[in-house]
């Protein structure tokens, strides 16, 4: 008989902003008109990052990954907006 303990359980917050007056942001050689970004948290830290957009090149809506390992990368208004709608810690 197999049997299971929960050890740990973690609370997931996705937030999803439009963005409107954002510079164009460069990603794999070509620019995009950024319409919005996706921030997930677990309690207050960031986990995930993505950045959406419209590519000036083909026109199409497309996610750009954020790599949080070079988080000091991000743009400064990227990461402004990151820290205004970071939820409060549990």
Known sequence: MTTSTVVSQKTTRTIELTVT???PLKSD?????????RLTYEGDQLTKLTILGISENTGETEEISTRLDRYDWVAQWIRDL??????AAD
Do not use: I, Q
């Open 29 to 37: 050689y070509e620019y995009h008109d950024v319409t919005g970004m």
């Open 21 to 23: 007056g954002a510079p």
């Open 82 to 87: 990151v820290d205004e709608h970071r939820p």
